[in-house]
């Protein structure tokens, strides 16, 4: 399990707590997992190793206790409702500023019942912006995980080009904001992740496959963002081909990938026309929403 962003990529290693080899076809366990860029999830008191200055009561934003509390609130809502009303089994979380917010966000906010636990990057990047995983340690087992910076994607793809080589059976799903759309270089070209075929037999199981690519070019008004009125898909969930398997224990098809996009989540671009993200600020204008990006989402099953 890979998470990007701009600044970094933590790898994880997971492993469901039911083994996939067990009896096959005994139950089915449905699950979804989550990619979410929270727009700038940042606590309101200063860290002195970081320039957060922009997030502080008496900074240019008006950044306060109140309006942190209320962010919480609002992201775990997202959260529960992308997981289907029910929390998803993994969660992988853009900009969020420290290990503080994420223990708030698990023990303080409506995800405190969801019983997660997490894993998160300490980066270089001056403003404090990481990058984290929640996992629900009664589904999933945390086997090990690595943070690698990384500012060109060619890094992330020679990690999991090593996972095939030590591992035989290796399930890979990379999600979060790659800062690019899936026609971009980085993905095309460099991850070389393509659509799945609908043939069963031309899926390679050390190949990726992009769950969203194909919705980009069949829907109109589809992406997670939106720039200057037109909107984009940022955020992304490729997995290797080991999942696309139909009679694999742990399988996902492009059918049950989306972008998640409820109406509450969305409010009209007066600029543009249309509906945008719901977002916490717009520019220096305190919103009180949501983020400037939508969740995406992929559901899985698993036969044990």
């Not at 979804?32 to 929270?38: D, E, H, L, M």
């Not at 609130?73 to 089994?89: C, E, L």
């Not at 037109?230 to 999942?243: A, K, N, Q, R």
């Not at 696309?244 to 998640?260: I, N, R, S």
Request: glycine share 6%; hydrophobic share 35%.
């Amino acid at each position: 399990m890979n998470v990007i962003h701009k600044i970094g990529v933590i790898l994880f290693l997971l492993c469901p707590y039911i083994s996939l080899y067990g009896q096959e076809g005994k139950d089915t366990l449905m699950f979804r997992i989550v990619s979410y860029n929270v727009e700038n999830l940042f606590d309101s008191r200063h860290d002195t190793l970081k320039n957060d200055y922009e997030f502080l009561p008496d900074a240019t934003r008006h950044w306060n206790y109140s309006k942190y509390r209320k962010k919480l609130d609002n992201i775990a809502r997202v959260i529960i409702a992308t997981g289907g009303w029910t929390p998803p089994a993994l969660v992988a979380l853009c900009e969020v500023e420290n290990d503080s917010v994420m223990r708030d966000l698990t023990r303080y906010s409506a995800l405190r019942e969801a019983d997660y636990r997490y894993v998160m990057t300490q980066s270089p990047d001056k403003r404090g912006i990481d990058v984290a995983l929640l996992y629900q340690r009664n589904l999933f087992k945390l086997l090990s995980y690595q943070s690698l910076p990384v500012d060109k994607a060619r890094k992330v793809k020679h990690a999991i080009d090593s996972l095939y080589t030590i591992r035989q059976h290796p399930q890979i799903v990379l999600l979060g904001d790659f800062n690019d759309y899936p026609e971009n270089k980085s993905v095309k070209e460099v991850l070389e992740a393509a659509s799945p075929s609908t043939l069963q037999d031309s899926l390679h199981p050390q190949k990726l496959y992009h769950l969203l690519a194909r919705k980009t070019k069949t829907r109109k008004h589809f992406g997670s963002y939106k720039y200057q009125g037109e909107w984009g898909l940022l955020d992304h969930i490729i997995v290797s081909g080991t999942l696309l398997q139909e009679h694999a224990p742990l399988y996902t098809e492009e059918a049950k990938a989306d972008v998640f996009c409820l109406p509450f989540l969305l409010t009209r671009d007066k600029k543009y026309g249309g509906q945008q993200p719901f977002r916490t600020y717009y520019g220096m204008k305190y919103q009180g929403g949501y983020s400037d990006h939508l969740p995406v989402y992929a559901e899985f099953r698993l036969i044990y």
